[in-house]
């Protein structure tokens, strides 16, 4: 049976379907709003979809999201039960570009009544747009992954972006793909304190 909470969700993506507020509906093939467990205490939000989830309409399916599936489930995550992932802007920019501010802010409406309906008391912010575009923060991912950040009543955590993950192949104590690691292990903790049935 159909949860409340996936009902609604069924009709955000509907009315995300529908939406032509921005150039971006231009090119898409489909939008990409979100996978994983609408009742999930864990959110993940990334930047932008990519061309691989632009053509399956999920985020997070391509080269990288297939590096942090690996890196969710190592640090002991289910990623079909503890998260929903979804990303700031649900159609792909063309070339893969950053979004623009404006794009950002006429996506915005969507983001926030998935959060509203998920409502996620944890939540990693994956890259710098994710970052500036919640949390108001510029400066760079570097400084400011691993910590939580308090807001909303929510804890946030930047953690680097998997497509940044991809450019480096070493696994060695403080390299970024560890450092990413070590931040979503330190989700899975939090997450425990949060839901003590995940232990």
Request: aromatic share 4%.
């Amino acid at each position: 049976m159909t949860s409340p909470i996936s009902a609604e969700l069924q009709a955000l993506e509907l009315c995300c379907a529908e939406c032509r507020h921005c150039g971006l509906a231009e090119k898409r093939q489909q939008v990409v709003v979100g996978r994983g467990n609408p009742e999930a205490r864990l959110m993940l939000i990334g930047e932008a979809p990519g061309a691989e989830e632009d053509a399956r309409g999920l985020p997070f399916v391509g080269r990288s999201g297939q590096l942090l599936s690996g890196l969710i489930a190592e640090a002991g995550l289910d990623e079909e039960q503890d998260l929903y992932i979804c990303n700031v802007i649900k159609c792909r920019p063309p070339g893969n570009r950053k979004p623009t501010a404006q794009e950002i802010d006429q996506c915005r409406p969507w983001l926030e009544q998935q959060m509203t309906l998920i409502k996620p008391p944890l939540v990693l912010l994956a890259g710098a747009t994710a970052l500036r575009a919640l949390l108001g923060i510029r400066s760079g991912i570097s400084q400011r992954r691993g910590q939580w950040h308090d807001q909303d009543q929510r804890a946030f955590m930047p953690v680097f972006h998997p497509s940044y993950l991809l450019r480096f192949r070493s696994r060695e104590p403080g390299s970024p793909q560890d450092l990413t690691l070590q931040d979503l292990k330190e989700a899975r903790r939090r997450l425990c304190r949060e839901r003590p049935s995940l232990r």
